[in-house]
Structures are given as C-alpha cells and as structure tokens.
C-alpha cells in the first residue's frame, strides 16, 4: 500500500526571463502584506489614523530582516564560515535562514524608530500588528516547504511530508512537516489574540506579550521535533532554550502591566479619535457629558430671559383682563340706569 504524503515542490524558484522568482521570497512578501493590512485595521479601530502602520512598517519590516538574518547567521555560523564554506552565503537570504527571535527584536526596534517619529507609543502600536505578525509567520513558514527544510523526524503519518532533495546532505524520504505544524499553530495563535483582546481589552503592550508567549509555547515542542543540525545545551536545542526564556519573559510583563497599567490606552495617536474601549485612562466620554462653565451661564441666561418674558406676557394678559372686566361692569351699571329712568317715566 503507497503512503500518504504531503509532496514537495520539485523547485522553489522559477525563472522569468533573468529574473528569479522564489516561492520564499514571495511567502515573506505576502506575510508581510498580510500582517500591515490587518494591523491596519486595528490600529484605525483603536482610534489610529489609515497608513500608519504602513509607515511604521517602513521602518520595522527591513529591520525585521536584518536581525532574522543575523540571528540565523550567528546561531549557524558553521554553514557559512567552517571550512569549505563560502561566507558569501550569508547574505543570500532568498535561500532561506530567518531567525525569528532576531527578526522580532531588531523588528521592535526598527518599529520603535517609527513610533518616536510619530509621538505613538510603541506597546500600542505592538498590540495593534501582533496578530498579523502571527499570520505573517503562518504564511512565511511555507517558504520552508519550497526549500525542503525544517523538516521533523522520520513518521509513517499520512500527513508525512516527502522530501526528494540530497542538497546539504539531506537524506530523501517521509519526515513530520514540522513548517505545516508551525504554520498551523501561528494561525491558532492570531486567533487567540484576537480573541483574547476583545473579550478583556488587552491594552499597554499585553496583546503582544500573549502573542509572544502563545507562540514560544508551539514553538518549544515544534522545535523539540526538528532534526536539522543545531547547537545544543544540556540536551535542548538552542532555540528551545531561547523560547523557553522568552516565554517567561512574556508571562512576567503580562503580569506586572496588568497591576500597574490595567485597561487599554484611551488615545493611541496624536490628533486622531480616542479610542471607544480605553479603560481607566480614557476620560473622553467623561469630559463629554458635563457642561463648561461659560456654556452653564450661557444657559442659565437664556433660561431666565425666557421666564421673565413669559412673566411679562401673563401680567400684561392678566391687565388686559381687569381692564375687560371693568368695561363690563360700566355696561351693566349703565344698562341698569336707562331701565330706572324708562320705568319712571310710565309710572
């Protein structure tokens, strides 16, 4: 009986003409797209202005590649600078080798630049993106399907995923998708922030440290399965050690934000509306329901001239009716009299 299996692509570039066209370099490309239209979103529904989470971006999406890159780089130093290596690798990042970890913390950094440029505060702005970083991941690990990478142990699963390329001494057979399982993971975790964000209105930078700590949680037993070369310590593989102190970091700043920041921010950026879901910052509708003190006098002003000229109506109606009254008196008297004089003349 054949196996099931997930097959891989027979190559992960095609050309058109000269130009190359990678399938992981159009992974990135479309995460990327993906992860500044939701952030957009938002960020506009958190009271923000339309584009500037693109301008941002400008900023954190070239410092997100410098630091994956470099994070890989150093992480596996021996693939590019060992001995019968050529170093010029290092810079060909469209043949894959992103670090997340490097490409999320130089990623911050870059968006922190964009963010003091603009007077927005960057845990704001982190919380806005994080799910769609999630989902940029999710898409961004496909490129690993097209390089024949990442891959996990050898399984007889359905779902196994053949590789067919020798390159750099793979050895062609069924192993765990673990890129799959990854993607499929980052998905479940955009949707946990989403979630999570609307039911307690996570706010201060707490929507992103959940994403964090959500992702570091899959990723830890995702890369406990992957056996690609790695640097170990005390029988882990570096990058589990590294999602482990990460994970812990996220939890502790979820913590402590939660007691000395609690709510969200009622503003988020300069000039823009404030946001309808701020907790005890946002003061706005408060501002709102109580009138000044000019428009209160202006008020009662208008309140009492508007009494006065009714109090001169009614007292001038009321003249018009004594007025009426005795005109009325006078006709009786008057009506009386002439009756007299005409009954004495008969008589």
């Not at 891959?151 to 390159?167: F, N, V």
């Not at 949680?217 to 690609?228: H, L, P, S």
Request: include cysteine; glycine fraction near 14%.
């Amino acid at each position: 009986m054949e196996l099931a299996y997930i097959p891989s692509p027979s190559r992960g570039v095609i050309h058109l003409g000269p130009i190359p066209l990678r399938g992981y370099a159009f992974c990135i490309i479309i995460g990327v797209f993906v992860a500044v239209w939701l952030g957009n979103k938002r960020w506009i529904a958190r009271g923000g202005r339309a584009g500037t989470v693109a301008d941002i971006a400008v900023w954190a999406v070239p410092f997100g590649l410098i630091g994956g890159r470099l994070y890989h780089v150093i992480t596996d130093y021996q693939l590019y600078f060992s001995e019968g290596r050529d170093w010029v690798d290092a810079f060909k990042i469209w043949e894959g080798g992103l670090g997340i970890w490097g490409a999320i913390a130089f990623g911050a950094l870059g968006a922190w630049i964009g963010c003091r440029r603009r007077g927005i505060p960057l845990p704001a702005y982190a919380d806005a993106v994080a799910p769609g970083i999630a989902f940029a991941q999710a898409i961004g690990r496909w490129g690993n399907w097209f390089n024949q990478e990442l891959y996990g142990r050898e399984t007889d699963l359905p779902w196994a995923l053949h590789i067919t390329s020798t390159a750099d001494g793979r050895l062609p057979g069924y192993y765990h998708p673990t890129f799959l399982y990854e993607s499929l993971w980052c998905v479940g975790v955009a949707v946990l922030v989403i979630w999570a964000d609307r039911r307690f209105k996570l706010g201060h930078g707490r929507a992103f440290a959940l994403y964090v700590a959500a992702y570091c949680a899959g990723r830890f037993w995702i890369e406990y399965m992957r056996v690609d070369d790695a640097h170990h310590m005390l029988g882990l593989r570096l990058n589990n050690w590294t999602a482990l102190f990460v994970f812990l970091l996220a939890v502790v700043y979820i913590v402590v934000s939660a007691k000395k920041r609690p709510g969200r921010e009622g503003v988020v950026e300069p000039g823009a509306q404030p946001s309808d879901g701020g907790g005890t910052e946002n003061r706005a509708g408060e501002a709102g329901d109580e009138p000044d003190a000019e428009t209160a006098g202006t008020a009662g002003t208008a309140e009492n001239a508007d009494r006065a000229e009714t109090a001169g109506k009614d007292e001038k109606a009321g003249d018009r009716d004594v007025e009426d009254q005795g005109v009325r008196d006078r006709n009786v008297r008057d009506q009386d009299a002439e009756g007299e004089a005409e009954s004495a003349k008969k008589g």
